[in-house]
């Protein structure tokens, strides 16, 4: 299935990268910018606003704060990774806490997936 893009979202995806929570900042310039598989931060994809893309191998990561844990987001964030999952797409989901306190096991993870992406 071909990926749609929504040109209506890419004000929205630039006021996101200029107002990126702690851990996407931190995430971004300590790790992903110069990753070298090239990653994209704020992607708009069919209807939605993704943290980081990586077209490449497919890949988003996303990254949950306490608002993702609620019954309603719960259910949006599953709608979603089922949307993307029908363009090929794996998502892949930290929490803050994760990136805070466990970072470069945060790293090391997408590392692996993205390597186990680019095989197959």
């Not at 191998?57 to 704060?65: F, N, P, Q, R, S």
């Amino acid at each position: 299935m071909k990926r749609k893009h929504n040109p209506n979202l890419t004000p929205n995806a630039k006021a996101l990268r200029k107002s990126m929570t702690e851990q996407e900042l931190k995430l971004w310039y300590l790790y992903l910018r110069e990753f070298p598989v090239r990653f994209l931060r704020q992607k708009v994809i069919d209807r939605f606003v993704v943290d980081f893309y990586c077209s490449t191998a497919k890949l988003v990561i996303e990254l949950d704060g306490s608002r993702h844990f609620e019954k309603d987001a719960i259910a949006y964030d599953n709608e979603r990774t089922d949307i993307l999952n029908g363009y090929g797409i794996d998502v892949i989901r930290f929490t803050n806490h994760e990136v805070d306190k466990h970072f470069t096991v945060v790293c090391k993870k997408i590392e692996d997936e993205v390597m186990k992406r680019m095989k197959s």
